[in-house]
């Protein structure tokens, strides 16, 4: 059992809850492979509160590495008026694998407090508003980005007379109907109105670096933060849930001007250097882009940051700002081998000579690639997911992500497969909201036209296997970054998931020999 965090609260307006449920999403990799990361919306939210004048608190439970019951036990002290769970999760589309983790916490709280009233936020939230409400036994869900929905409902809370009819974005009940209210408009001014996370309500010495952001420098992943310079993004990837919360594609930006205040707290108060820009597209818009990096150059700190980029966003002009700033990764999605399948989802008109192109550019710059590959879209076949292990053992980068596809909800992928009737893991027969999760015991990906679900996964687990154990791999790390980080490769890959559906082994409990830096 943990130590209590608080005594009681004469009054509280407004908690927000990042749930723990590292150990259901991540298995075993969450003790110290996972990165531990700062709930990013929980941080900007509670600023924008604050400045509206309500006393709020953030309770990261899955950094302070609380159980369930400590969380349902924290949140029942402080006595909030509103307690809100902020459901995302350490990738863009990781949302909905968070929701058993923040369910199971409100079920205890409702066993022992029925009076503090509850809402759910976040991206699985946002594009499943009245089955969340119905389900998950909450007084409010949040349809949207959620600071007005949230100032809103506490406003209501505190009127004399309690209406939420004029809340926007909300979803709730009333005389035993679903009500719902058009979503808020999206905040325009991010600089004015989102000013920064509140840091100083975050436990900063428990955030911790995904590994290969810090293969130049293992052992020391923490302190570490993430932030956002844009929310949004342009493109409309098919797999891809990000922009349920903003009602479809679009970016806006906060100024370099303001985002450079942000790292001057991290870095002057917190001892930040480990830094992740969590925007869905960071390298896309050269003024943005550009302005930030010279900012960061003026001020000659010596940062490691990553962000995401994709191949045809990538331009020469970029790579040596940059580097010179600090950018020491760039995260590519790659996603398949196949042309024909990329296009069937909608990304990009790019073929393998460009991705090589790129590849080789991005490595003439001194910058370190993390690739994302996925197997199991929807005109996969063996043949194709092979191409794709092929091509990223070809590509040979500093680290690569294989994921299985999902077709998580709010995706036109969700939607595609529910019109088609195929099996989801929120079917009756199957595991529910973790399937969702790529790491999970109970993960269940989208079977495509020609590969079942279970072959989908074996596939993607042997794949990770077999690049991170590849000679040609280990001998550029080495030479790269030493032997200690060759070491930790193979202490990463000795670990092993254990898999409910992969096949084809025989059915039943299944382990593959695994790791992961999520």
Not at 13 to 33: F, S
Not at 137 to 155: A, K, N, R
Request: charged share 20%.
């Amino acid at each position: 059992m943990g130590t209590r965090l608080s005594k009681e609260r004469a009054h509280l307006d407004l908690l927000l809850v990042n749930a723990p449920g590292k150990r259901m999403v991540y298995q075993g990799l969450a003790d110290d492979l996972a990165a531990v990361e700062p709930p990013i919306w929980a941080g900007m939210i509670a600023t924008f509160a604050r400045r509206k004048g309500l006393s709020v608190e953030i309770l990261d439970a899955e950094a302070l590495f609380l159980t369930h019951e400590e969380t349902a036990r924290e949140i029942k002290d402080r006595r909030p008026l509103l307690t809100v769970f902020v459901i995302y999760g350490q990738q863009p589309s990781a949302s909905t694998q968070c929701m058993p983790a923040a369910r199971l916490v409100h079920q205890l709280l409702r066993e022992s407090d029925t009076d503090t009233k509850t809402m759910f936020m976040g991206t699985h939230s946002s594009a499943l508003p009245e089955r969340t409400l119905r389900e998950e036994g909450v007084d409010f869900v949040c349809q949207g980005e959620g600071p007005y929905t949230i100032l809103g409902t506490v406003e209501a809370l505190k009127a004399k007379v309690l209406s939420f009819q004029n809340v926007p974005g909300l979803w709730y009940w009333e005389e035993g109907s679903v009500r719902s209210n058009p979503t808020a408009q999206k905040i325009q001014d991010l600089d004015s109105e989102l000013p920064g996370l509140a840091w100083d309500l975050l436990p900063m010495e428990r955030y911790r670096a995904h590994n290969w952001h810090c293969w130049s420098h293992i052992t020391e992943r923490q302190p570490y933060a993430s932030l956002y310079t844009s929310l949004g993004c342009p493109y409309k990837c098919s797999f891809c849930c990000i922009n349920a919360p903003f009602g479809g594609s679009g970016i806006r930006y906060f100024s370099p001007e303001h985002i450079i205040k942000e790292l001057d707290v991290l870095v002057g108060t917190y001892g930040v250097k480990n830094i992740k820009i969590a925007d869905e597209m960071f390298v896309l818009h050269p003024k943005h882009v550009i302005g930030l990096a010279d900012l960061i150059i003026e001020r000659g700190y010596e940062l490691n940051i990553w962000a995401y980029a994709r191949v045809d966003t990538i331009k020469d002009k970029f790579l040596e700002k940059l580097k010179r700033a600090g950018f020491n990764w760039l995260a590519l999605g790659v996603e398949s081998g196949s042309k024909f399948v990329r296009d069937g989802v909608e990304k990009g008109r790019f073929g393998d000579v460009e991705i090589r192109n790129v590849i080789e550019t991005i490595k003439a710059s001194e910058i370190n690639i993390c690739a994302n590959y996925i197997f199991g879209l929807p005109d996969d076949t063996v043949e194709s997911m092979q191409e794709t292990l092929d091509l990223a053992l070809s590509l040979n980068t500093e680290y690569a992500n294989f994921y299985s596809a999902m077709a998580y909800p709010g995706s036109p992928l969700h939607r595609m497969a529910t019109q088609r009737g195929l099996p989801l893991p929120e079917d009756q027969d199957g595991p529910g909201w973790i399937g969702y999760s790529q790491h999970a015991y109970e993960s269940y990906p989208l079977p495509t036209r020609e590969v079942p679900a279970g072959q989908v996964l074996a596939f993607r687990d042997a794949a990770f296997t077999k690049y991170f154990s590849n000679p040609s791999y280990l001998s550029m790390m080495e030479r790269k970054f030493g032997t200690s980080v060759v070491e930790h490769l193979t202490y990463m890959n000795s670990h092993s998931l254990r898999r409910k559906f992969a096949l084809p082994l025989g059915g039943g409990e299944t382990e593959a020999s695994q790791q992961v830096a999520m």
